[in-house]
């Protein structure tokens, strides 16, 4: 069974960088899209970045709110990237990771396109 790991979270002040990333333990055969969510306290979880693991290259994507600020990229292998800037108040969340390995149905922006999610990890921006 595909798990994510996440690393990077942390405290940052307003107009600061960060760097998330996210590792799964292997690379399946049905591995091919993973993406980043976040949740604030008292809101629901928000789609804001997705990639394509193909091989022969593959798609990113990017939610309107963080676009021209965050960057998804990826590595050869199964880790995605999240890049953070000009981070602002309300980026603060807990940050998750998800994988879509199984055959689920929705689109890259849909929690339940994901089968596969990591435990979180704490983003907090100061003012």
């Known amino acids: 069974q595909v798990q994510l790991v996440e690393s990077g979270g942390g405290l940052v002040q307003a107009g600061g960088s960060l760097r998330l990333s996210c590792a799964a333990s292997?690379?399946?055969?049905?591995?091919?899209?993973m993406g980043w969510f976040r949740q604030a306290p008292g809101k629901e979880r928000e789609w804001i970045a997705a990639a394509s693991l193909d091989r022969s290259g593959g798609s990113t994507y990017l939610a309107d709110s963080v676009e021209g600020r965050f960057t998804i990229s990826k590595n050869s292998m199964n880790t995605v990237y999240l890049d953070m800037n000009n981070l602002k108040f309300e980026d603060t969340a807990v940050y998750y990771c998800?994988?879509?390995?199984?055959?689920?149905?929705?689109?890259?922006?849909?929690?339940?396109?994901?089968?596969?999610w990591g435990q979180g990890t704490q983003v907090t921006v100061s003012s």
């Open positions: 998800a994988a879509r390995v199984g055959m689920t149905r929705g689109t890259y922006y849909s929690t339940d396109f994901y089968d596969t």
């Open positions: 292997e690379r399946t055969f049905g591995l091919h899209t």
